[in-house]
Structures are given as structure tokens and as C-alpha cells.
């Protein structure tokens, strides 16, 4: 099948038209125009290769939504017509322990994602900077059509990624939670701690946030420069979610948990971070990580948030603004995730 998108061709140069060739639908696939695709920070992470061994040329994206065009016999659960999503992965083997336990994400065979990876066949994978992709129905969403579709795009990664240990962790009506870093990923997790009732205190190095924080759901919003007002947390939090990516001292905030808190790492930054030992053995503290979320989890996220209205805060840009929204996204400013019109690439 015949696909146009955006690439990047190096870890250097910018993203241009790139033509392509996807699988010919089999029985279980799902073909899907793209309506919208998020720019999530992995996006620019991989096509700039911070993580090594990306795989060239790249077409990034793992927040798609659109409308299916053409079902394989046996699909179940879509028709021609109907909305559709695809988030960070479009395989796993779903016969390991951690596929049946709905954790696809930690596939023991290793989960093919959405872009940058080879399938099972060898192929390799090109994301949702395109007009089209063709998807198992196992990795495929439904969406509902009482929520903004542009918005809606980011919550297949940032939002998922987000939802799913504020869950875990079970964050509830009792839980002080702090979340560090008002990007896509974190106002995300604001948005969710707020809504499952937890009393939120946001993190920001942006000062000219402080605003929208609050108006996204935060109790209290501290900027992180200022060490005495970091420090009034100290020993007070159950969860803290990071989702900082770039470098930054993960101890400050170690500090802050109480007795048997964690502190979750969502954020990528492309080198180690380090940890000084009492960080975590004071107040038996526990230092996590989470990737993306299962496939059910993913759509009980999306259906919670049909029936709660909540979606990312998004600008739409155009394809051809993407460099430009990259190095936006590198500054901190995007409120809060830059979302593609699809519609603006060129039909050739
Ligand atoms: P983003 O929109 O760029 O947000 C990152 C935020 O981190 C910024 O808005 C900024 O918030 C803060 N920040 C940036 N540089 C900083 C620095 N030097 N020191 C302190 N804070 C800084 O990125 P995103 O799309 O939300 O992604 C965040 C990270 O999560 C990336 O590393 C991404 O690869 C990773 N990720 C992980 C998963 C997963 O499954 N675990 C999934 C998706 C993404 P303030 O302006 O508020 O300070
Ligand atoms: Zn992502
Ligand atoms: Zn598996």
C-alpha cells in the first residue's frame, strides 16, 4: 500500500515529504487514515538518535486517530467509517505471561512499536506522520465521537502513559501526589491526579505556567528554582510522577516522598540519572519507572476520558511547521502538545 509522510532521512537533518510503501491489509488489519498525530518528546528523542539505534529513514508518530477505510475479513470490532486510534505499539506475541497479563508494552518476545522497530516479518515500522497505517485490530482503539479528534491524539501516548501508574500506584482521593514538568506528558498526569482526587502539587521550571496549572487542575504549583519552596514538601508526598526529559536531580525529589513513597519515572532523558543512596533509604522510598499501558488499560483511559471530557490541550500545526514545532517542544513552549492536521500534506 502506497504512503506519504514525513521523515528524517539522519540524526541531523530535518523532516521531509517521504514517500513509502506499508503491508497490503491481511485478515485481521485495520486501514486507517490519519486524521491527527501528536508530536510526543520520544518523537524528536529517536529521530535525533539520544537513544541509539534508531533506524533510518523514520516516519515518528504514536498518537494517531483517524477514520478506518478498509477492514481485514475477520475484524471484529470495526467498520469502514469508524473513528480509530493506534498509540505506541502495533504488535506483541499475546501469548506471554506479560501479554496476558494486558502489560503488551513489556511483550517478553519485545513489542513492535508504532515506528523505528522491525515487525516479526522483518519489516520496518513507520509511524503516524503519514496518511495512513495499517494495524492488527488488536492495537487499534475506539474513540468517541463526543470528544475533539485533534485532542483526543495525545492521550494514545501521553495520555496512557500517564494514566497507567497514577493506577497502578492506585492514586486516590487521600493521595498527595506531585508531578514534575508541565509538558505533554505532564499536564496530562495533572489532569488525571486531579480527576481520580488526589491533591496535586505541579513542578514547573516555567514560571509563565504557574497560571495554567492551576487551571488545569494543580492545588499548588512550585517552581523548581526555588529551593525553600521545594523544600516545604519535604517528606510529604505518596507518589510523584516525573516526567522530565532532559537531565535534572532526581534526589531533590526523592526527598520530598514520606514513609513508603515512590517516585515515577516516565521521562527519557537520554543519559543516567544518579541517586544518592540515602535519597531512598530514608523513609523506605522507592524509586520506579512505567512505559506506555496495556491495550485495555489504553482504551479504559480513552472511554474515562469520554465520560469525564477530558483530552490534551493541543496546538494544531502543519506539516510543514513540524521542524519548527521540534525545537518548541525543545524550549518548553507548547501548551501543551503540538498536534498534525494530517490534511496538510501534500496530496503527491
Ligand atoms: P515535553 O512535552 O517536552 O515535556 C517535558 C517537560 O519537562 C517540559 O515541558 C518542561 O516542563 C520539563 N523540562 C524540560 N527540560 C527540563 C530541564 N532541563 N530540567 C527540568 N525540567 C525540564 O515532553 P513529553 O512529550 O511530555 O515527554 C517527556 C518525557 O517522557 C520524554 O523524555 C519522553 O521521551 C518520555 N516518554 C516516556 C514514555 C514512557 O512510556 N515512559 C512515553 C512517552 C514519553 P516545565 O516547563 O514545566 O519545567
Ligand atoms: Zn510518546
Ligand atoms: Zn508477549
Redesign the pocket.
Known sequence: MKSRGYAVHDKKSPLAPFSFERREPGANDVVIEIAYSG????D??QARDEWGGSIYPMVPGHEIVGHVTAVGRDVKKFKVGDLAAVG?IVDSCRECENCKADEQ?YCLKGAVETYNKSDYSGQVTYGGYSNNIVVHEYYVHTVSPKLNLAAVAPLL??GI?TYSPLRHWKVGKNSKVGV???????HMGLKFAHSFGAHVV?????EN?IEDAKKLGADEVVV?KDAAAVGKHTGSFDFILD??????DVNQYLNLLRLNGTLC?????EIPLSVAPFSVVANRRSLA????GGMNQTQEMLDYCADHNIVSDIELTSVDKLNEAYER??K?D?K??FVIDMATLPKS
Open positions: 508530536i510526543c518528546h520520544s524528536i528523542h505506541v508494552q501516548c501521553a502513559t514534575i514538568g508541565l509538558g505533554g506528558l505532564g505541579q513542578f514547573t521550571t516555567s505556567k523548581t516526567c522530565v526529559s532532559a537531565p535534572h519515572l516516565v521521562g527519557l532523558p519507572g512505567s512505559g506506555i517542544v525543545l518548553s507548547v501543551y502538545r
